[in-house]
């Protein structure tokens, strides 16, 4: 269980980073819809472990690369936003949770609904 000052820091982190993804030049990055859905940091902040997930699914696996190779501008924009002693290390991981949130809702909109009532 992460201490309170940890889940600060996460917190921070992931409001930086919702803000810092913005400035990325990379189109890989730039022309998909990304949301930072949790961000889990090491005690010792070297390293975070940032979960995404994207909206358009055909566009995922660019955008993942897209992210890995913009992580040291965005450590770097860290350090200077944060002003930690250390900048964590980046580690990006795929969340589809809001697409299999989408899809489950999806398939409930379209199940076949009877007018029996049972009594």
Known sequence: MASKRINGINQEIQRELSDLLR?????????????????????DLRYTKVCVSFLQENKAADAMAGLKSAAGFLRRQLAQNLQLRYAPEIQWALDDSITYGARMLELINNLPISDQSEE
């Not at 189109?27 to 930072?36: F, K, L, Y």
């Open 23 to 43: 400035s990325v030049k990379d189109p890989r990055v730039q022309d998909v819809m990304i949301s930072i859905t949790r961000v889990e940091t090491t005690p």
